[in-house]
């Protein structure tokens, strides 16, 4: 069974500082991963996803990360904090059927950002 | 393009009581998904659907939970007899056909928030 853990529950960084936030995922096969971002009250905002090619992808926001097969991690990072930024990040694996199609999402328990003016 | 949407957006409920919620995907989304987020957890899957036909159903899905989607259009998602451990964010979400772009992300709507008393 595939599962994604978030180790960080709170992170609290100033506005301006960089960014790093961890995730660790355990699935059979090649990893269809994802970081989404949930502020209060809404859905959830696609930040960026990765499924194969180029290890380090570029998102929206600023927003980068990389997928290391080796230690299982798909790491999300951000050179630049913004106070906008502080929100719920969730860290996501999913199966890819033949077709490209996504299945369902496993997803991590969150880590909520502060960021401090 | 108008996103996913839910309704109600809030919804209070005594003990017993069925409920009702209602997705709408994305035009031209074929898949539509259910997840359930509790508090200070990530979403978890509950069913998904390509056009009209319910392909998946996780284990959460007891016997009191019913999703349809009868035009391949909208989807409702029912709660009979709630329970006060029901009291949770239902997440809808959609994406596209296989074979079409993006057919791998899917899109979230904003939630319904339940609350059994």
């Known amino acids: 069974a595939q599962s994604v853990t978030q180790p960080d529950i709170h992170i609290t960084v100033s506005e301006g500082a960089s960014l790093e936030l961890r995730c660790n995922y355990s699935y059979g096969a090649t990893p269809y991963l994802f970081w989404y971002v949930q502020s209060p009250g809404q859905g959830l905002q696609l930040l960026l996803k990765y499924f194969s090619g180029d290890t380090l992808v570029q998102g929206i926001k600023g927003f980068e990360a990389e997928f290391k097969r080796s230690q299982s991690s798909f790491n999300l990072r951000k050179p630049s904090v913004h106070w906008s930024d502080a929100a719920e990040y969730f860290c996501?694996?999913?199966?890819?059927?033949?077709?490209?199609?996504?299945?369902?999402?496993?997803f991590g328990s969150g880590t909520q950002l502060t960021v401090l003016p | 393009d108008t996103g996913v949407s839910q309704d109600p957006r809030h919804k209070i409920t005594k003990r017993g009581q069925n409920v009702t919620f209602r997705c709408d995907p994305i035009?031209?989304?074929?898949?539509l998904y259910w997840y359930r987020q509790t508090l200070g957890q990530g979403p978890e899957f509950l069913t998904y659907f390509q056009n009209e036909a319910q392909l998946e159903k996780s284990r959460l899905l007891s016997d009191r939970f019913s999703a349809e989607r009868p035009k391949g259009s909208f989807s409702t998602l029912e709660i009979q007899r709630t329970e006060q451990g029901d009291s949770a964010m239902y997440l809808c979400?959609?994406?596209?056909?296989?074979?079409?772009?993006?057919?791998?992300?899917?899109?979230f709507g904003p939630g319904t928030r339940l609350t059994v008393l």
């Open positions: 035009s031209e989304h074929n898949r």
């Open positions: 979400a959609s994406s596209t056909p296989p074979g079409y772009p993006s057919t791998d992300t899917q899109y």
């Open positions: 996501a694996v999913g199966a890819l059927e033949s077709s490209g199609s996504a299945r369902q999402l496993t």
